[in-house]
């Protein structure tokens, strides 16, 4: 498949791949930004701590969470859902910075979402060996709306599935700086984050950052 996007790529810029009809690799989107984007992650996180949140089947998740924006996703016995207030304070999630809105309204109007306006970024924290098994991101109202990410810190492998669990995936690598975008006919593909492998990033340390932005409400 040929990318529209750009015709040529100049060594140490971003460049777009696209991965299907919907879905588009930004490589290095974020490179500029990540240590203003850190800083962030790193602030909300005082007053919306990550945290191992539990799923309906009642297992401690492995990736660590937390939230910016007016809804923030959680997950617990009763189920997945987003909420306007941060379950473990009582208090609304700490509001979407500035840069991270425009990052995540720039990545969507490079993949042809223009119009994309998040009020939920799902901040995830990854370990080594934390992992997140196969899922559909299903549980936002208006599913005409991408979801764009974002990746910090130490590499990970991206499983990028089909839209039945059974279908065969496809691993990607995404490394520090990467934005992906997904939407339209991709926007209810499985997919999934392999067991992170240890190791030291300059910025972050043994830690992989990854930044969802949903249109939830
Ligand atoms: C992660 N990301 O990369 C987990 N979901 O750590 C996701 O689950 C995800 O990257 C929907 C769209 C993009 C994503
Ligand atoms: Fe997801």
């Not at 923030?72 to 987003?82: C, I, K, L, P």
């Not at 223009?114 to 970024?121: K, L």
Request: proline share 10%; net charge neutral.
């Amino acid at each position: 498949m040929t990318s529209p996007l750009f015709e040529t790529t100049h060594p140490g810029e971003p460049w777009p791949e696209r991965l299907g009809p919907g879905a588009v690799r930004l490589h290095g989107f974020a490179l500029t930004e990540a240590p203003a984007l850190i800083a962030e992650v790193a602030r909300i996180a005082e007053s919306a701590p990550f945290r191992h949140m539990i799923t309906p089947s009642g297992h401690r998740m492995a990736v660590a969470m937390t939230n910016g924006g007016a809804l923030g996703w959680v997950s617990d016995r009763t189920g997945y859902r987003y909420e306007p207030l941060d379950p473990l304070t009582g208090r609304p999630w700490p509001p979407l910075p500035d840069c991270f809105l425009r990052l995540a309204q720039d990545a969507a109007a490079q993949a042809g979402f223009a119009g994309f306006v998040p009020d939920a970024c799902l901040i995830n924290r990854y370990q080594p060996d934390a992992r997140l098994s196969l899922h559909q991101d299903r549980d936002e109202r208006d599913l005409s709306a991408p979801i764009v990410s974002v990746s910090l810190g130490l590499p990970a492998v991206f499983l990028w599935g089909g839209l039945k669990w059974k279908d065969p995936t496809r691993r990607i690598p995404l490394v520090h700086g990467d934005g992906l975008v997904w939407g339209g006919p991709d926007r209810l593909r499985y997919h999934g984050v392999l067991p992170l492998k240890a190791g030291q990033h300059a910025l972050l340390g043994e830690q992989r950052i990854n930044l969802t932005f949903r249109q939830a409400g």
